[in-house]
């Protein structure tokens, strides 16, 4: 199954839209500025709704099944979220308004502020970044600032762990700062020992610790409080990669453990859709100490204007901010959505999404337990990993296992990541995945694995009934064609 | 594993062979399996002046990319521009055709501190672990 | 001309009490009954008593609270206080009401733009975007089951390039400026960090500028020429920013149409980059290049911009799209995604995310930027809309925005109290130096007229106080032109 791209549909005259006509008497146009042609594609609006509607159908997403990607928290996207952000008063908002015109949309963003706040133990949160990098980025300009605001310029040594995201070491380098990476031990906690004697040998230079809890092994850090106060002995902060705050809803909050600056995914724990690969909405929160160096600006309530019935609400910027990471205030549009999912949930409705996300996560963890190995063997969070291998079938990986996975009618879980675990399967079901679900789910991993051991090509050959067969990505890389251009 | 009598290793799997006063420097036969299917490699500017140690370069597959460092200190001295279109010649031919770069050592009295053949494949031997 | 009813004025007050809000009232925001069994019922989880236990046999935990075990005592199930949940009928009923709080461009004329603007956008491209298939999809790492993200994004980035007359586009940033900021670092990286200056224009999007500072704070860059730097005076004419380019110097940013609205030939300040080895970087509309001369042609080395005019909306600043495209050579130090064309097994076409080696999960401390989550469903809101216009219809709208402008501006140049600058040529903004400031015009202009007038200049340029920048755009039929003409003889007259 493939279709056609839009440039090979395109006919001469075509066009999908008609505009107003000139109603105004026209003036030259600039001499000398003008392009001479515009080679956009030239299709009806029946064209291109066919076109879209047949590429959507050779994708795969939440809404058609299980979508099981680790530290992605693929979780149902409500639909209520969708409505409310293409409410006019909202979709129509220019940035620039006066507030006065705005107060909606900043009781919007203030109260979402205010439940971040709540829901990570922190003083204050802004909601400007675009995205989970964004934040960490963020985040760590904070903590360099926080130290060249005390006068200790010198620090710039991040302890980062070798289980973390990509982006931790990435957006280090970023801020210009060095990592310095930190081993996991047996039970794939935070190596102490090792942290203990990285926090001596840099004391003077350590700005601090990039620390995900859940780690991406699924496990609860069960040393975060000895780690969070090591840091702090040596003068360094806490940083907290939130992309698994679906376990923490409502169980422990971040700010609670010792961290003092995090990262929210609004894209993965509060419901707003991924969208093929964003926007996604990455908010920081800080403990008090470093609330004054958020990038701003961030929503305040206007208490000499206010009334004890009447908020008023007003930009600002906090005091010493790194700066604004985006233009404008930060995604809107998300805000409303993980605004709606907050309204919808509550409080106690925070906690059973964590709850039975971690129970989902262990009922399923359970159910392959023996076929797959489990690399660390204990109560997982949100996610667990196992490994993609079988004694009895050397050649098999789990590549192998995840491609298979889709002749099944699921999404594979991603393979390879963390770093740290062989052949690496990462599987997070979230909370609003069935039992029953589940259980399909199981059954297909249980099968593939006998299949393994029977038939093992029919796992080299995967996906067999896909829109298409396994890609050539070397081939791919080699020839670039990032464009299509006529023949 | 193939290696080639006349040429040094080092730990960071890059081979050295003298060629008059240059050495030729490029990724060793159990480097480019290790990678598999190259796609890229960054290339340094002719004349740039490194430390040894310092990454002179970048080979890339599809899932890895590997950084690659000066053996000694020197200048670079000349690039193997064939590889801008044909990376896959570092799978082929290792030593040969698919050599990266050379330069001009500022101590050549540091070659004879580089690994031996036997050296460097027990190393890797114990790196495959 | 009957002046239109303002049905929401100055001092309009949220109807809901924050303090309400958290509290919880009988009425509207009741907490919802319970179940039997101590859980809500919530919508978004399907489990029933019997799954929760035979889940937890099977686990062999004796309780769900049991599975947190793991969690310091001392700070396990915080009792969070947030307000609690609500049905959706009053969810919605809430968010209408403080939707309805807002005066936005759909309830009277609109002219503000300054980086953010209200064009059109046809049917076609919600109804596409509300496919669940691309929506509630992730980044496509599974090339097999994401053919249809993957070829958009191709589709996509050909499209851009036509626009920006580039030769390759990624496939999105988080909006014009962090896309500028990114742009930044990919110059540095083209100099292997051998060259530590930027060159900005003060006619780049204030906004703009901040982030690329905000993004290199830590790399040691000098960023000039928009502020006073030693001898060096701000760089009012790109001639004098071509001055301040040196060997030194990385890039050059300078915004097509500029900050003010207007169009210059950028053909000059591409060679003096390009003579010191400095790569140009345009910050470019992409709805005035459905009309003018693409970068690519100047010889820009970099396009970069903000895409939201093509199929975003407003909504409040965000979300938007970053657009990003450069030279072939440059691909490798570009950041971000990249879709690019191969075969499967069998021969057939397909789509796949190449050089991904560049990014962080496989790079980390060296990759070429953190970013990962991009904007994928805005961009797949601008390739429906690129193609929807396509090649007649984007270039008539763009020459619809250019008359109206022109149209207002000659209109308003001739009001008592106005004069609109207009020494070079201008595409959809112009700005106009106003006998009273402008907060008190733009007052008058939404409380009598209900209009949301234009940008105040004098926010970001002292020297520019009182100077008004009105955005007109094919959202703008002559009548509301004609009333925003009246409604400001109106402002300064009385």
Request: charged letters at 20%.
């Amino acid at each position: 199954m493939t279709q056609p791209l839009l440039f090979e549909i395109s006919r001469p005259g075509r066009c999908a839209v008609r505009l107003p006509d000139l109603d105004v008497p026209p003036t030259d146009l600039p001499a000398g500025l003008v392009r001479s042609d515009l080679p956009l594609p030239e299709v009806s609006e029946s064209d291109l709704v066919r076109h879209y509607t047949r590429l959507s159908q050779m994708n795969y997403a939440v809404d058609i099944g299980l979508y099981p990607l680790g530290s992605c928290t693929m979780k149902h996207n409500p639909r209520i979220n969708e409505e409310m952000a293409r409410l006019p008063g909202f979709a129509y908002l220019h940035p620039y308004q006066d507030e006065e015109t705005t107060q909606g949309a900043l009781f919007v963003g203030y109260s979402l502020q205010q439940f971040l706040s709540e829901i990570g133990g922190f003083a204050a949160v802004s909601l400007q970044p675009a995205a989970g990098a964004q934040g960490e980025l963020a985040g760590v300009l904070m903590m360099r600032a926080y130290h060249i605001d005390r006068g200790d310029p010198q620090r710039d040594v991040m302890l980062v762990p070798d289980s973390a995201h990509g982006t931790n070491p990435a957006t280090t380098s970023m801020s210009g700062l060095r990592v310095i990476e930190i081993p996991s031990d047996g039970r794939g906690n935070v190596d102490l020992a090792s942290l203990e004697t990285a926090c001596v040998e840099h004391s003077s230079r350590l700005v601090g610790m990039m620390l995900t809890n859940p780690n991406t092994l699924g496990l609860f850090e069960q040393n975060v409080e000895e780690i969070t106060a090591l840091v702090h002995e040596h003068g360094g902060l806490m940083y907290g990669d939130g992309a698994n705050m679906n376990a923490l809803l409502g169980i422990a909050r971040p700010g609670d453990l010792g961290f003092d600056v995090l990262h929210y995914n609004l894209h993965k724990t509060f419901s707003t859709p991924h969208g093929g690969g964003g926007p996604g909405c990455g908010p920081v929160g800080a403990a008090a100490s470093l609330a004054d160096f958020l990038p701003g600006p961030v929503v305040a309530m206007d208490v000499e204007q206010s009334e004890e019935d009447a908020p008023h609400f007003t930009l600002v910027v906090p005091p010493k901010p790194i700066g604004r990471v985006k233009a404008f205030y930060g995604h809107f549009g998300i805000w409303v959505r993980a605004y709606t999912y907050v309204r919808m949930l509550g409080a106690e409705g925070m906690r059973r999404v964590a709850e039975h996300a971690v129970l989902n996560a262990n009922y399923l963890m359970s159910a392959v337990k023996g076929v797959y190995p489990i690399p660390y063997d204990r109560t997982c969070m949100h996610e667990f990993v196992c490994e993609g291998r079988f004694e009895d079938a050397p050649d098999v990986r789990a590549l192998d296992v995840s491609k298979r996975l889709i002749d099944y009618g699921f999404h594979p879980p991603p393979n390879y990541f963390p770093l740290i675990v062989r052949e690496a399967l990462m599987i997070e079901p979230t909370e609003t995945e069935s039992k029953e679900t589940l259980d399909r789910f199981a059954d297909a991993l249980l099968a593939i694995a006998e299949e393994a051991r029977v038939s093992p090509e029919l796992l080299y050959d995967a996906p067999h009934n896909a829109p298409v067969r396994r890609l050539d990505e070397v081939a791919a890389a080699r020839n670039m064609i990032l464009r299509w251009q006529p023949e | 594993m193939d290696l080639i009598p006349d040429a040094r290793y080092t730990e960071s799997h890059e081979w050295v062979r003298w060629d008059g006063d240059d050495l030729v420097c490029g990724i060793t036969d159990h480097a480019q399996e290790s990678l598999s299917d190259v796609v890229y490699v960054e290339l340094p500017d002719v004349g740039d002046e490194l430390e040894t140690g310092d990454i002179w370069g970048v080979v890339e597959s599809v899932k890895a990319a590997s950084d690659l460092h000066m053996p000694m200190g020197g200048q670079i001295t000349g690039v193997n521009e064939a590889l801008e279109d044909e990376p896959e010649i570092v799978n082929k031919d290792p030593y040969g055709a698919g050599w990266m770069m050379r330069f001009r050592p500022s101590d050549p009295s540091q070659y004879d501190m580089l690994l031996e053949g036997d050296v460097y494949e027990e190393f890797a031997a114990q790196e495959e672990g | 001309m009957a002046r239109v009813e303002s049905s929401r004025r100055l001092g309009l007050r949220v109807p809901l009490s924050f303090a309400v809000l958290r509290a919880g009232v009988p009425g509207i925001l009741a907490p919802p009954p319970r179940s039997c069994h101590g859980f809500s019922h919530m919508p978004y989880i399907p489990h029933s008593d019997p799954d929760r236990e035979e889940m937890l046999s099977r686990i062999g935990a004796p309780s769900i609270e049991s599975l947190f075990e793991c969690v310091p005592a001392s700070v396990r199930f915080p009792e969070l206080d947030l307000p609690p949940g609500l049905s959706e009928i009053d969810v919605r009923r809430e968010m209408e009401s403080l939707a309805g709080a807002n005066y936005s461009a759909a309830d009277g004329p609109c002219f503000l733009g300054a980086g953010a603007y209200y064009h059109f956008v046809p049917a076609v491209v919600d109804a596409v975007l509300r496919r669940g298939e691309f929506y509630t999809a992730y980044t496509p790492y599974q090339p097999e089951i994401s053919q249809g993200t993957l070829q958009t994004v191709f589709e996509y980035q050909t499209m851009i390039c036509a626009l920006t007359g580039m030769e390759v586009s990624n496939a999105s940033h988080y909006d014009g400026a962090t896309a500028t900021a990114e742009a930044v670092i990919t110059a540095i990286n083209v100099h292997r960090l051998k060259r530590r200056k930027v060159v900005v224009s003060p006619w780049v999007h204030p906004e703009y500028r901040a982030v690329v500072r905000t993004y290199t704070q830590g790399m040691g860059l000098h960023v000039v020429g928009d502020v006073h730097s030693g001898p060096m005076a701000p760089a009012s004419t790109l001639e004098a920013l071509g001055e301040q380019v040196d060997g030194d110097t990385a890039c050059v940013i300078v915004q097509y149409p500029d900050f003010l609205g207007r169009i210059e030939d950028l053909s000059d300040v591409a060679e003096a980059a390009h003579e010191a080895g400095a790569l140009l970087v345009v910050v470019a509309d992409p709805i005035g290049l459905g009309l003018l001369k693409p970068p690519g042609e100047y010889g820009a080395d970099i396009v970069v911009g903000e895409g939201q005019g093509l199929g975003a909306g407003l909504t409040f600043g965000g979300p938007y799209l970053g657009f990003f495209a450069t030279r072939d050579k440059y691909v490798r130090r570009m950041a971000g995604r990249l879709v690019g064309q191969t075969v499967d097994a069998e021969g057939k076409r397909g789509f796949v995310l190449t050089l991904s080696t560049r990014e962080q999960h496989i790079r980390r401390e060296k990759a070429s930027s953190n970013i990962c989550t991009n904007q994928g469903l805005i961009a797949l809101a601008a390739a429906v809309y690129m193609a929807a216009m396509g090649r007649r219809g984007l270039r008539e709208l763009s020459e619809l925005c250019y008359h109206r402008a022109h149209y207002a501006a000659d209109q308003i140049d001739q009001l008592e109290g106005y004069t609109v600058l207009r020494e070079k040529s201008f595409f959809k903004e112009f700005a106009v130096r106003c006998r009273r400031p402008v907060k008190a015009i733009n007052a008058c202009l939404i409380d009598e007229w209900g209009i949301l007038g234009g940008y105040d200049l004098g926010r970001d340029y002292p020297h520019l106080q009182g100077h008004m920048l009105v955005c007109v755009t094919e959202m703008n039929p002559r009548e509301d032109i004609d009333l925003l003409v009246e409604a400001l003889g109106d402002a300064c007259g009385a």
